[in-house]
Structures are given as C-alpha cells and as structure tokens.
C-alpha cells in the first residue's frame, strides 16, 4: 500500500468499543407522547393510517400515559376530537372540554407526568382551518388577530385545567406574544409556551388529520404554516417566537428537515424539540408491513437522527414503543 491507511474501523470491531465512542444517545426522557383524545368511555378507536395508533377516551388516555410514564416517558402532548364542531371553536376553550378534561384527569391520576396541549382550533372548526375563515365568494381568508383571541382563551381554559406546557401549532402571526399576555392576565406567569415556531405545510400531516379528524374542507394551510424551502424563514419564525416570549421551540416534522432542527440548535439556545409526524411514522409502518425495512432498527434510527441533528425533546407517536425497546 503507496499511502498510509487512517484506520476508523478500529474502534468499530465490536459492540462495546462502539458504545463507547458513540456520541449521541437515545433515552425514553427525551420523548413526549402525542394522544388523541375522543369522546365516551372506554373508547380505543383505532386510526386506519397509523397502526397502532388509536383515538382515547380520558380514562383510555389515562391509562395509555401511565404505561408510558412507567417506562420513563416524561410527557404527553394532547389533541382533542371534540363531540361538536363550529366556526368559532367552542370545543378548543369549554371548561369542560375535552383537552381540559383530560388533563384534570391525567394531573390527578398521573402525578409527575408533563401534561403538554396542543393549541391549535382546526380539530374544532366545522372547516378544518386552524383560524377563523372569512368567506367571500369562492374566496376566503384566514383572518389572523380575531383568531388570537380565540388562541389564548383556548391556552387559558388549558392552565385552568392544569395543563403544563402550552404548545401553539397554528402559526398565526403573533400568537405567542397574546397567549404569553392572556396567561400572564389570568394568573399563570409561570406557564412555559412551547412554540411550534418552525412549522411547514407539509403532507407528512395526512395522517393526523384522520386521527384528529380535522382536514380542511377547502383550500389548504399554504397561507399561514411555513414554505418548505424556506430555512432562513425558518430562521426568522423562531426568532420571533423568542422574543414573544416562547420558552421552548419546535420543528416540526422532524425527519425532512433536520437541517432546520441542526441550525436552530446552532442558532439558539432554548430547549429545542422536533415533532416526528404522523407521515413519518406511516411510512415506517408501512413500509415494515410490506417487509421491506426493519422495523424496530429502523424506529430507532430515525429517532437517534433527529437527536443528533439537535433536538433535545422528540414528539413521537414511537415514545412508549421505542422507550421499550431501549429499556
Ligand atoms: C394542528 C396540528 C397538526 C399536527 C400537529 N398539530 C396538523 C396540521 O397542521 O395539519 C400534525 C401532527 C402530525 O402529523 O403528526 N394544526
């Protein structure tokens, strides 16, 4: 050999020698568990695209966050399917709604478990848009400041029901800076917002929108969730996130864009979390039902990615599963 060989393989000849130089790690503390909350008792309703995913009851939801906390999952996120929808989503902000329901229950039965909701009024509007619609003609608008009131009023009515952590994921300009003001009104300074600041339109959501039965019923959400080309925009909704007073960031999904996850962690220093999407974790399944990939192999790679390209905390659908597996 004319040249001198740089020998990497050497500290690859075996399992233990790999885990000692391995640099990033999974841990089930690092996950936070998506639930959709249904209506009724006793309710498991399986979600056709996303096997092994079901809508919950509260008592179901309970359940399925204990299993999880057990084996050391920190957090749930919550999505509601309410019995009624409107144009003002009433169901988001009731006291008695079905997000706040489950999370009295949760904090009561589950204590320590991280209750996180999700804001966002598209599972409760009759339309499926993520803000009030103006209609005019065959056109329409998602109006931005009226949907901010409803937005915080939704965030309150979650804090009133014990809700930990509120995560806006609606992406109306401005709305974490009147979620930050309406909490801090009704008493709840020391709520932590986690802004889904850098959200893409994205067709990785198909999936969710059956789980939380909320597709638009026209148009789509190109005016108000982010251009997927855009990084330095990307760059600018978190920014502006911070500095309305977001205590934690998101991006969302994760596996597309981790460049985006890899220059947050660069650029900023709050607590940084990725959502692995309901798309994602479709096409694991998929794909591993076809036999085509390995399933759990696969799992874990996707996840240990987005912990390397920087995120702290991941939003998985795979969080008790994968907590398993590592345990
Ligand atoms: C609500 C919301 C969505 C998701 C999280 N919050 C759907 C959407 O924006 O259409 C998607 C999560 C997933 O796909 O798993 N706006």
């Not at 409107?86 to 006291?95: C, K, L, M, S, Y």
């Not at 204590?111 to 329409?140: F, Q, R, T, W």
């Not at 939380?212 to 959400?221: E, H, L, M, N």
Request: some cysteine.
């Amino acid at each position: 050999m004319a040249f001198p060989i740089t020998r990497l393989r050497r500290l690859r000849q075996t399992e233990p020698l790999r885990s000692l130089v391995r640099e990033t790690r999974l841990s089930p503390e690092s996950f936070i568990y998506p639930l959709f909350v249904c209506p009724g008792e006793g309710v498991r309703k399986a979600v056709g695209s996303m096997p092994g995913v079901s809508n919950l009851s509260v008592d179901q939801t309970v359940q399925e966050a204990r299993e999880a906390y057990s084996l050391g999952v920190p957090g749930v996120i919550l999505f509601g399917l309410p019995e009624k929808k409107d144009e003002v989503a009433t169901g988001a902000w009731a006291e008695d709604g079905i997000v706040q329901r489950a999370a009295r229950a949760l904090k009561k039965e589950v204590p320590g478990l991280v209750v996180i909701a999700d804001v966002c009024l598209c599972e409760y509007m009759s339309h499926g848009h993520c803000g009030i619609v103006k209609a005019a003609g065959s056109d329409y608008e998602i109006l931005n400041d009226p949907t901010l009131e409803i937005l915080a009023r939704t965030a309150v009515s979650q804090a009133r029901a014990g809700v930990d952590i509120i995560a806006p994921s609606d992406m109306m300009d401005g709305r974490v800076g009147a979620i930050r003001r309406a909490l801090d009104a009704a008493g709840f300074a020391n709520t932590p917002i986690l802004s889904y600041a850098a959200k893409f339109a994205s067709g990785f959501y198909g999936p969710f929108r059956e789980a939380a039965d909320s597709a638009p019923q026209f148009g789509d959400r190109r005016s108000y969730q982010m251009d997927g080309a855009n990084l330095r925009e990307a760059m600018r909704e978190i920014e502006l996130d911070i500095e309305e007073g977001a205590d934690m960031i998101m991006v969302k999904p994760a596996l597309p864009y981790l460049d985006v996850i890899a220059a947050a962690r660069e650029r900023f220093d709050l607590p940084l979390s990725a959502y692995q999407v309901s798309g994602e974790y479709a096409m694991i399944e998929a794909a591993a039902r076809n036999g085509w990939i390995e399933r759990e192999r696969v799992i874990l790679e996707s996840l240990l990615s987005i912990r390397r390209a920087g995120a702290s905390l991941i939003l998985t659908y795979y969080a008790k599963e994968a907590a398993r597996l590592l345990g």
